[in-house]
């Protein structure tokens, strides 16, 4: 059993916990928090133990009638790895802490490249992260685009992707995060930063993005362009997409017509917190035009990466390949969303309750 | 096992059919779906059998690859009661569907109060609705309201209640709703319906509401002010409503400022789709001084009505009294909020993972 330790227990520490806790070859050992807040009182309430991240603050928690286990080195000393989920730019400050300890760390994409040895994401470079010490999984928009661009690349050659990047202002949960009512270029720059991060996990692609950030707390939306240099039917990119098993291709059918549907859905299909763990493809939005691929993409900050740290745990810790480390998440957490809806071509016998 | 079926698979028709089918002593016969979309496809999967709510539109299912068993009137003939969770106005038009095939059925608060032979709340009119053929229960912030005003009236008296809604605008998957950035009256007539809408469920208390409704989908949010007979302490009032059991104190060490975050708090506590059944209250908020009582509480418009659609069926269909119904209505879905942490004067040993 690989021991994993998570410092920081918000919205993607607590996602992280809870798919390490699901993992067959995992044990989360436990969970820091800064305060004893509503989020410690959960994590207690699902049995995790939980370390005072700032030793200083321990006696907080017993104020508050929660009870810990220790504080983040008497955890660094008792796991085999450390997901650092603290707040960005706090990862950096903690790199530090982890070395002392001699544990080995992963990173979240709020850190710069240079936090760890090598930036991951499970489609495009797992076998390019073995025997690193320290690896960062990129950000939720990253790790959208890679998964993305990755199969493209592969079965046509990218030429040059376009990318605008309709990014949420905030998490449901952040009250003080704007902008209320404006769309508003974030970095006003272009292209922006996250072109190249991308080729931190998938080199040798050319990709120019241009980000914005808009009123939603929901997801983040993705106007892809891609100049293929041998470009296929628009009905050969739907099902390179739809085999992917981190992409989930939208039925027309189903009638989804926005993040807040798109999050229903997932609620429906019992997904905790609602959570999309795969890229969500609008069906009808992919088109061919000459060399030309359009989409339009949704992206769920609080989600997408979580598999991708679970894998990046094995990259780290174990000798498995990409695919098998992979298959075992989506197993475990039921990654791989697909609708039973038709599309219009398409037939086979109506499936009911009974099937 | 009282035999319910659910006309109308949406916001409410989809928790309201979870709901019936938890509870002991229900069964879900099955439920319709006007058009075969992803809500119809989510109910396939939980094993629900689908009927087409319009005979006419049967054969889009079909095409769609999703089986149904049959239309509403088959539906009808096989239950001893129908919840119908169609949308406002449309329950108004079924009512005489539902007398033709001589099937009590359950209302929501968005019809008139002249679509039932009684209005429902089970905190304050369970016995009162015996013998009834039809029960509408009365809509999210009625709900709320009677919840909290119940209890006061009867330990306190209430000379005079004045609430102010802040509405949510839609639900989070309603993309045609308003508004986007505005908060609009509505009704900008003063005093709204709302308060005569508590009466047909609390008689006798003298209650005025002022609507709004704002660009959130979250929750409606409560200014309350009530002036009291009998003034208690602020201390007693809050010991008052933890005590309800279909009320929430959210403790200030809980760091929850907002619908954003109790949403939250409802999804790390293991809630299916974040559903708060329960009124929220912000405990600092209660304060009484001189007569007057105020408070801030919320209410979750998609499920705050769900238990009491469950004790609805009860009130229409057996002979269990209200304290009987609502004790198996929470216990089989879990209703009722309790907060591990500690206020400030409080004190005992702190609560760990192991506990």
């Known amino acids: 059993m690989i021991r994993v330790g998570v410092n920081g227990y918000g919205?993607?520490?607590?996602r992280v916990a809870d798919a390490v806790a699901a993992q067959p070859d995992m044990e989360l050992v436990g969970v820091t928090k800064t305060?004893?807040?509503?989020?410690?009182?959960?994590a207690i309430r699902r049995g995790y133990d939980l370390y005072a991240a700032i030793a200083e603050r321990a006696g907080e928690f017993e104020t508050a009638g929660v009870g810990i286990a220790g504080t983040l080195p008497d955890l660094l000393e008792s796991v085999d790895?450390?997901?650092?989920?603290a707040p960005s730019g706090i990862g950096a400050q903690n790199r530090s802490v982890y070395a002392a300890h001699d544990t080995p760390a992963i990173f979240q994409g709020g850190e710069g490249a240079d936090v760890a040895d090598a930036s991951f994401n499970a489609r495009t470079n797992f076998e390019a992260s073995r025997g690193a010490d320290t690896l960062r999984v990129v950000s939720c928009n990253t790790t959208g685009l890679a998964r993305l661009l990755?199969?493209?690349?592969?079965?046509?050659?990218?030429?040059?992707a376009r990318v605008t990047l309709v990014?949420?202002?905030g998490d449901p949960s952040e009250t003080g995060r704007g902008p209320i009512n404006d769309v508003v270029p974030d970095p006003t720059t272009v292209p922006s930063h996250h072109g190249p991060d991308v080729n931190t996990v998938l080199s040798g692609v050319d990709v120019d993005t241009?980000?914005?950030?808009?009123?939603?707390?929901?997801?983040?939306t993705h106007s892809v362009n891609v100049t293929l240099r041998e470009p296929p039917t628009t009905e050969a990119v739907r099902d390179l997409l739809a085999d992917e098993s981190r992409i989930f291709t939208i039925p027309e059918a189903a009638g989804i017509d926005g993040a807040g549907k798109l999050k229903e859905y997932a609620m429906d299909r019992g997904r905790p917190r609602g959570d999309l763990w795969e890229n969500c493809v609008?069906?009808?939005?992919?088109?061919?035009?000459?060399r030309d691929l359009y989409l339009f993409e949704n992206v769920h900050q609080e989600a997408d990466v979580v598999p991708e740290n679970v894998d990046a745990i094995r990259?780290?810790?174990?000798?498995?390949?990409?695919?098998?480390?992979v298959e075992r998440t989506n197993e475990a957490l039921g990654v791989g969303l697909e609708s039973l809806l038709l599309s219009g071509g398409d037939a086979r016998d109506p499936i009911t309750a009974d099937d």
Chains 1, 2 share one sequence.
């Open 11 to 14: 919205t993607i520490g607590k």
């Open 35 to 42: 305060k004893p807040n509503y989020e410690a009182e959960a």
């Open 81 to 85: 790895v450390v997901v650092d989920c």
């Open 150 to 160: 990755a199969p493209l690349e592969a079965a046509y050659g990218i030429e040059k």
């Open 167 to 169: 990014r949420r202002g």
């Open 210 to 220: 241009a980000a914005l950030k808009a009123p939603v707390t929901t997801m983040h």
């Open 282 to 290: 609008w069906e009808e939005s992919i088109n061919v035009s000459g």
């Open 315 to 325: 990259a780290l810790t174990t000798d498995l390949s990409a695919a098998e480390s």
